[in-house]
Structures are given as C-alpha cells and as structure tokens.
C-alpha cells in the first residue's frame, strides 16, 4: 500500500482563481524524478509567501506542492550518487514552482538538484539558513571574487533584517567588515547589532528617488530589495566597487542611470541561486559551515510546525517575519 502524507497543494480554478488547501497525497500522486526524499525540515521564504499569496506569478505548474527549500533522508534512489539513509539537501531549481517542492512529507525529486547535506549542519540548521542563507553566502562570495575586502571599507546590507540581509550580516561581521544595515524597522536595530551590525540605517534613506550619483558612503553592498533602494546604493558605492543583487522586494525596475559605473567604475553582480551549477551551490554551503556562527541561528530563526505554514507565508510578505523560519516536518 502506497505511503500517504500531508501537503499544501495550490490550485486555481477555470476563472484562475487560486486557492491553498491542506490535503492527503500519496507515493503515486508524486512527479517524477530519480531520487524519493522524506522530507525532515523545510523553510518559508519570500519566494514561497508570493506562491502563496498569489502576490506574484510565482507558479507555473498547476496544481502546485510550493516550499523551494528541503532537508530530508534518501527514501528511495535510482541515482548512483545517493543511496537510501542518505541526508541532501535542495535549494531552488524550480522546485515549488514548476515541480512539487517541499511542503509535503515526501518529494521526488532529480538528483542533479540535490547535495548532500554538508558535514556540521542538521536538517533543521540547514533550514536556518535555507535559500536567503545560501543567496547571502553567494554574494559575499561574489564581493570577494570582485576583491572586496573589509580594509577596503563599509559594506551595506539592505533589507537587513529578513532573512538574506540577517545572514548576509551575521556572514560579513564575522568576516571583519564595517556592517551598515538599513531596514525599515527601527525595533531590530538590537537584534542586528546582535549579528554584528556596526551601523543601522532607516531604510528611507534609500528607498525614495534620488541622485545618479550621491556621496561614496561604502565599498560594497548586499540587496535584496531592487528598485530605488538599489539604485541608490549603487549611486553611493565608491570608486571601484561592487553591489551583489539578489532580490526585488521594493520592486524589479532599476531606476538608476549609466553614472556610477561609468564614473566610479562601480560593479553591479547579478546573484541566482535558483539554477546554480553544482559546485558552487557546494562551495556555498561549506563556507556557510566555516563562516556563520551556527549559534547565531537562535537569534536568526523561529521553528514552526506544518500547520503554521500558510499563516506564515502571509507574514513574510507582509513584512512581518524577522530573519529565517524553519519548519519541522515532524514537530
């Protein structure tokens, strides 16, 4: 008899009208792929509040098993890279999107799309970091490719308290670099000096329309908002440096001009973590392991249980998780 399980299943109907259910699947109902995972621990990100929601085209494929983000125990394997106990790990790849993802006690996935679980982190720490983790540690990789170093001067993290700028943070303090974080809630400004913040800005300092080129406040800069704010980050980076962009949470439009890159010689670096070869998805997580302090991952995270998920999902993109959100599959 087929094994059965809990999943958040998204549909919509004729009129394209979405709804989100909690609903019984089995091993039969899954898609297809060489490698069957029990799922142990799986995270919310904004990217999984949007599908969701239904605040952004997130879904492609309909119906729809959303969370991008899983750590689990090799069930069943047609691949000669995993065998069955094994623990893996998956970020992106369109799981959750155009393939069922992670909010579900099984998924059958490709092998091409998982790692193993590296060696220091559980599942759960795992999802502490989770994609906005991995993401941050992919632009300080990228920072540092470019030559950014902490003698070189500040670094400025936008959107510091969700949860790419908490890590991004946490990573570039613990680095030795002068952290400026700008969030646009004022509360966390003790919870991102935690982390190691040396400096807290408003987030309107940046996200309003402003100048092609303002003072040179920073050598380098994490964002994760787009729009204007990365506009303005850009326009105040210094001469030679490099912004690492991942994110649009004010908005995917830049509204910025040839300025600073043409004048202050100023990089703009382009981060996916979605479709990530391979070795860098790897490297990644082995700095994670070497460069955040795991025990800062209390003061990241919350954990939530299965049921909380959908409730959850409408806080992130209203604005009102802190840092990262594990889910215990078997909490």
Known sequence: MAQTFQAILISRDEDKKQSVDIVELSEKDL??????????????????????????????????????????????SDSAE????????????????????????????????????????????????????????????????????????????????????????????????HVIASTGRPSEAEFLTGLGAAEIIDRTELSEPGRPLGKERWSAGVDAVGSHTLANVLAQTQYGGAVAACGLAQGFDLPTTVMPFILRGVSLLGIDSVMARKSARVEAWQRIVRDLEIGKLDSITATIGFADIIDTAHAIVDGKVRGRVIVDMHG
Request: aromatic residues 6%.
């Open 82 to 177: 995993f065998s069955v106990g094994d623990q893996v790990l998956l970020n992106g790849f369109g799981v959750g999107e155009v393939h069922w993802g992670a909010y579900a006690g099984l998924a059958r996935l490709n092998s091409d799309w998982l790692i193993p679980l590296p060696e220091g982190l559980d599942a759960r720490q795992a999802m502490g970091v989770g994609t906005a983790g991995y993401t941050a540690m992919l632009c300080v990789i990228a920072l540092e490719r470019h030559g950014v170093t902490p003698d070189a001067g500040s670094v400025v993290v936008t959107g510091a308290a969700g949860g790419v700028g908490s890590v991004a943070v946490a990573i570039l303090a613990k680095l030795g670099f």
């Open 31 to 76: 898609m297809e792929g060489d490698v069957t995972v029990r799922v142990d621990a799986t995270t919310v990100n904004y990217k999984d509040g949007l599908a969701i929601t239904g605040r952004s085209p997130v879904v492609r494929h309909w119906p729809m098993v959303p969370g991008v983000d899983l750590a689990g125990t090799v069930i069943q």
